[in-house]
C-alpha cells in the first residue's frame, strides 16, 4: 500500500472526536513557557498509554517517547507545548481558564496532532517497521525549549533520529497546507540596548544627560540599519518593541531602556545586524555625552527554519495526495521564527546535521475564510491569526488536518511493511 493509503487506513481508525476533547482540554488550560507541567503530564499519560517508552521532564518540561518497532529509520515528530501571556477574548466554551494566559498560537493544536499520530502509528504498528521518536518540547515562545532538550541529552538518551518532522497551524483555511523547500522562517534574535544618563531635576537639564532624549535619537538611528546597510534585495526588520523610562514629567531619569526585536534570513545578515546596532548605540551615548556606554544584552535567538530541500518535497508529494494538489500551496519565506531546526543542527549531532521539514497548515473555518475580505492571500491579515486574543482553530477539521499531515511525512519515512 502507498503512504497516503496507509496514512487513511490508520485515521480512520482514530478516535477524532475523542482528540478534539483533548485539544479543548489543553485549550482550557494553557500554560506559560517552561511551567508546562499539567500539558506535559497529559500528553505523556497519552503516549503511556500507546505503549511508548515516555521520558518526562527532559530540558524541563519536555516529553521524549520511544516506539522501537522493528528495523528501519528513526523518524523524530515534535511539537511545542507553551502558551503565550495574552488574554482570550474567543468567546469559546472551552476558552481559557487562566486569566492573561492563552494557547493564541496554536500549541495546543500542535500538540493535540502529536498524541493523535503517535496514537495511530502505534494503533497501526503492524504497517510499518522503524523507531518513532515523539518529542513535546516547552518554551518555543521564548526560543528556550529546542536547546534545553538538546542539551539534557535529547540526543544521547535517546536514538539519533534520520529525519525531524514538525508542523505550525496558521491563519490559512483549515485543510490548506504550506510547504517551501530551503528557507521557511527567519532568525530572530531580542536586543536590549541600556542607556545611561545621569538623572536630576526636570528645570535644570544642564547638569543633566537626558538618557530619554538620546534614546529617541537612538530608535531614529536605528531605521538606517535597514534603509541604508542592506540591499534593497535582502529582508530584514528591526522593531524597537518597548521603550521604558522616566517616572514623572519633572524628573530627568539615570536610564532609558530600548527593547529591539531582529528578524534576518541568514545568520550573517543578523550579526551584521548586531554590529550596526552597538556601533550606533555606542555612538549616540558619546554624542550625548553620556557617563559611560550602553549595555547591550542579546536574548531569544531563534535561527533560520531551513527545510531540507528533498525531506520538503517529498511530504508536500504525499499531502499533495492527501489533501488535493490546489491545497498544497507555496509558503514563505516568513519573517517569523522557531526554535524547531535546533533539534537539525550539526552542532547538536556531531557535526553531521540532521536533515528536517517544517511545514504550515491552515486552521481558520472556511466560512470565516470566504467571508474575509480581500483575495488570495491578503485575506490572511482579516481573519484571527495567531497571537491574537481570538485566534480560534476550526476544532475538528483542525485536529484532523494535522493528524493526516504528520502522520502522513512519518510514514514518508518510515518503511511501510
Ligand atoms: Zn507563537
Ligand atoms: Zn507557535
Known amino acids: 500500500m502507498t503512504t497516503a493509503g496507509v496514512t487513511r487506513e490508520l485515521l480512520d481508525a482514530l478516535p477524532v472526536p475523542e482528540l478534539v476533547g483533548y485539544y479543548r482540554d489543553l485549550h ?10 499539567r500539558t506535559a503530564a497529559t500528553l505523556a499519560e497519552r503516549l503511556r498509554a500507546a505503549g511508548y517508552d515516555t521520558t518526562e521532564g527532559v530540558g524541563g518540561t519536555g516529553v521524549a517517547a520511544l516506539l522501537r518497532n522493528g528495523d528501519g529509520p528513526t523518524v523524530m515528530i515534535r511539537a511545542d507545548l507553551d502558551a503565550l501571556p495574552i488574554g482570550e477574548e474567543t468567546g469559546l466554551p472551552y476558552a481559557s481558564t487562566v486569566p492573561g494566559v492563552m494557547h493564541a498560537c496554536g500549541h495546543d493544536l500542535h500538540t493535540t496532532c ?19 521518536l515523539v518529542v513535546g518540547q516547552p518554551a518555543e515562545e521564548t526560543a528556550e525549549g ?23 497551524v496558521g491563519p490559512t483555511p483549515v485543510g490548506s497546507i504550506g510547504h517551501r523547500a530551503g528557507l521557511i522562517m527567519s532568525a530572530a534574535t531580542n536586543v536590549d540596548v541600556r542607556i545611561f544618563g545621569r538623572g536630576g531635576h526636570g528645570s535644570a537639564p544642564e547638569l543633566c544627560v537626558d538618557p530619554v532624549v538620546t534614546a529617541a535619537y537612538l530608535v531614529t538611528r536605528l531605521q538606517s540599519i535597514v534603509s541604508r546597510e542592506f540591499a534593497a534585495t535582502e529582508a530584514v526588520v528591526v522593531t524597537t518593541g518597548r521603550i521604558q523610562a522616566g517616572t514623572t514629567a519633572n524628573v530627568i531619569p539615570d536610564e532609558a531602556l530600548v527593547t529591539l526585536n531582529i528578524r534576518t534570513q541568514t545568520q550573517d545578515a543578523r550579526d551584521k545586524v548586531i554590529d550596526a546596532i552597538r556601533r550606533i548605540a555606542d555612538a549616540e551615548c558619546a554624542a550625548s555625552r553620556c557617563p559611560r556606554p550602553p549595555e547591550i544584552t542579546l536574548s531569544g535567538d531563534f535561527p533560520v527554519t531551513m527545510n531540507d530541500p528533498d525531506v520538503a518535497t517529498r511530504v508536500r508529494a504525499v499531502h499533495a495526495e492527501l489533501f488535493g494538489e490546489p491545497l498544497v500551496v507555496e509558503y514563505g519565506p516568513l519573517m517569523g521564527s522557531e526554535d ?17 521539514a517544517f511545514w504550515f497548515f491552515g486552521g481558520t473555518a472556511w466560512d470565516l475564510w470566504n467571508a474575509a475580505p480581500g483575495e488570495g492571500r491578503e485575506k490572511v491579515l482579516n481573519v484571527p491569526a495567531n497571537h491574537t486574543p481570538r485566534f480560534a482553530p476550526d476544532a475538528e477539521p483542525a485536529v484532523r488536518t ?13 518503511d511501510l511493511r
Open 146 to 168: 529546542a536547546l534545553a532538550m538538546v542539551n539534557d541529552g535529547l540526543f544521547s538518551r535517546f536514538p539519533r533520529p534520520d529525519v525531524v518532522l514538525g508542523q505550525h
Open 28 to 37: 482550557a488550560h494553557p500554560e506559560l513557557s517552561m511551567s508546562e507541567h
Open 340 to 356: 524547531f531546526p535546533v533539534f537539525g543542527m550539526a552542532e547538536h549531532h556531531g557535526g553531521q546535521a540532521v536533515p528536517y
Open 114 to 132: 502529536l498524541a493523535g499520530t503517535a496514537q495511530a502509528l502505534a494503533a497501526g504498528r503492524d504497517a510499518w517497521s522503524g523507531t518513532l
Open 402 to 414: 494535522g493528524v493526516t499531515a504528520l502522520t502522513s511525512a512519518a510514514l514518508t519515512y518510515l
